[in-house]
């Protein structure tokens, strides 16, 4: 199936309905939907963007007791990242807490965050008396969370 074009000929008021018609009225949408060749894009972004991508990296094994901050390799340009969020896991794996949350739903003081990106590395950070900065998280063989990127491809 792929995008049919379907001329302004067809959709005049004076023209039959042929099965041509029919078939594109009905794959058309599929076509939209699925991306496919020469089909519109749905979703309009910013002219300079072509598409916006995620990438997913575990952060491996940081024993965040003893360590205030982890590099991980982010393998990107740096130009184009646009958005860095880190889901840290408990020692225990019955807890994922985002980096930048506080320790409850209505605490607003972060616990950790995405210090800097370079143009190899996310450097993430605990914060010294935190929530991250305790034995619940301090197993030095277990990875820790993950990193998610969102990037521009041009």
Request: aromatic letters at 8%; zero cysteines; glycine letters at 8%.
């Amino acid at each position: 199936m792929a995008w049919i074009t379907i001329p302004d000929s067809d959709v005049d008021p004076e023209s039959p309905i042929t099965t041509s018609l029919m078939q594109a009225l009905r794959d058309n949408p599929v076509a939209i939907a699925g991306a496919l060749s020469g089909a519109p894009d749905v979703i309009q972004l910013d002219a300079v963007l072509d598409k916006i991508r995620f990438k997913t990296i575990a952060i491996g094994n940081w024993d965040m007791d003893a360590t205030t901050f982890v590099s991980v390799a982010h393998g990107l340009t740096l130009a184009n990242i646009r958005s860095i969020f880190a889901l840290i896991r408990d020692d225990a794996d019955s807890l994922g807490t985002n980096l930048g949350r506080g320790v409850s739903v209505t605490d607003t003081t972060p616990q950790g965050y995405v210090s800097a990106a370079n143009s190899t590395d996310v450097i993430l950070a605990r914060l010294t008396g935190g929530l991250f900065d305790a034995t619940t998280y301090n197993d030095p063989a277990f990875n820790r969370g993950w990193v998610t990127i969102i990037y521009a491809v041009p």
